[in-house]
């Protein structure tokens, strides 16, 4: 999916984010570069960030059912951009929310803060997710 939000007036603060949620199995878990979340450790219907080592960093999630990988692209890429995934439930045991979040510079909440635009300015998001049923075998 891509998505381009242009700046219309002469300044525009945004901090987009993506909403893609996953059905999950008793043993699910996510991998966030070297970080290992175990889905039946998130705290009930509380947000945990995690932040990437760079803005091409890859998620995946593994269930019992079917692994899913999912990455963001921007453009134009600057050096002040930052993407932290915002995971949470509120149904653990049936769902998982992993929200890509893009801004500038980590902020106190550790959410990137706004990013600013200017008159006719650009930014474009491209989201990939590719999900593999287990035991899938490509015949090609």
Known sequence: MTVTIRALSDTAWIRPGFHPYFSVTQNSFIEIGSTRVDI????????????????SEEVKLTTDKYTASMNCKLSPITENHAVVFAIWSDKKHEY????????????????PTPLTLVNNEELVMEFTIIATRAGFVDPS
Do not use: F, K, W
Request: proline share 3%.
């Open 40 to 55: 039946a450790s998130l705290t009930h219907d509380s947000m945990q960030r995690y932040n990437t080592a760079s803005l």
């Open 96 to 111: 998982v929310c992993i929200e890509p979040v893009i801004g500038s510079q980590l902020g106190q909440d550790g959410l």
